[in-house]
């Protein structure tokens, strides 16, 4: 009696044991964009995979357009587990991200691509581990370009005074400034109603985000500075880390450089594509010479040597290498 007692005993352990193993885990994403956005297509791509390498035992929940708050509120952590951030917010908790975002570093989509695959990127990624967050993988958007109502920029004199919305950061203020502009920084959930009622006069952004976002409604010109790369990270919180075993934290790197890798390439292939678009739409496009706005977008490096010395210079150096 006794022995079959333990014999049923054991196989209930076992059973239980199975259960616990199999159990599924559900983590909740955030990011701020549309449907058809790429910062929602990488969440997608991220959850297919997850889920399908982990053959189901991993369920990620997408929460887009700001479900969970807007991209400074969800960095705080408390409601997402992961989240698909523009680096230039993620730079006001860890600023040696902030180096993606100096004017002219990168010279091209090639350029971009063998920084994403360097030692460097993934060092840069970890930046923020000490503000609990863990950087999972880098996403290149695109370079951003200048929209607005006043004029076609073509020189330095036509930006001159124009009132441009920019991210919440110094860097991009110090650009816009070097340019002769009036650079406003404000979150990019105001940008719509700004422009609409005449506050600001354009912004800056990707040819895909103006697309997504419809800032072709209430803009006129775009013109294609290409001034700063622009880049989205998938990032977790340190916490939900830290709480997984670390055979799934390898599957979670894997799956989120696995998919950045993918949309990048799609953003690298559907650049030209949204510029047609945005015509399409009744915007006006010009081209012009980049080189006198690179040749006066000085300040920010300046800036930024100043705040953050070889530590942050020797990321710049990296990437400039990699020319």
């Known amino acids: 009696m006794k022995k079959c007692l333990c014999l049923i005993l054991a196989a209930i352990m076992v059973m239980s044991l199975s259960a616990f193993a199999c159990a599924e885990t559900t983590y909740r994403l955030g990011h701020m964009s549309p449907l058809d956005n790429n910062y929602n297509l990488l969440a997608e791509r991220f959850k297919a995979l997850v889920e399908e390498k982990s053959e189901g035992r991993i369920k990620i929940e997408i929460y887009p357009q700001a479900q969970l708050g807007y991209d400074r ?7 997402v587990d992961f989240a698909v951030n523009t680096t230039s917010v993620i730079s006001n908790f860890a600023p040696l991200i902030g ?8 010279d091209d989509w090639d350029h971009i691509i063998r920084f994403i695959e360097s030692d460097s990127a993934a060092q840069l990624l970890s930046e923020g581990e000490n503000v609990g967050l863990s950087g999972l993988a880098l996403m290149g958007r695109g370079f951003r370009s200048v929209t607005n109502n006043v004029r076609p920029i073509t020189s330095l004199d036509d930006i001159r005074g124009v009132k441009i919305r920019v991210v919440e950061s110094t860097v991009y203020l110090r650009t816009f400034e070097d340019f002769g502009a009036i650079a406003s920084a404000m979150s990019f959930g105001e940008v719509f109603t700004a422009l609409q009622q005449g506050a600001i006069d354009g912004q800056e952004n990707p040819p895909e985000t103006i697309y997504a976002e419809r800032v072709y409604e209430v803009q006129e ?5 290409q001034h700063i790369a622009g880049w989205a990270a998938l990032m977790a919180s340190q916490a939900t880390m830290d709480s997984m075993s670390a055979e799934d934290q390898a599957l979670i790197r894997e799956c989120a450089v696995e998919a950045a890798a993918a949309e990048t ?11 047609a678009l945005l015509e399409d739409m009744g915007m006006t496009v010009n081209d012009l010479d980049r080189a006198p706005f690179k040749a006066v977008a000085t300040s920010a490096y300046t800036w930024f040597e100043e705040n953050y010395g070889d530590a942050g210079m020797a990321y710049v150096n990296a990437i400039d290498a990699q020319r």
Do not use: C, H, W
């Open 221 to 225: 010109y775009l013109s294609l500075t």
């Open 99 to 106: 180096t993606l975002d100096l004017p002219y570093l990168f």
């Open 73 to 79: 509120e969800a960095m705080q952590f408390g409601t």
């Open 265 to 275: 390439q799609v953003n690298r292939e559907k650049e030209a594509d949204f510029i």
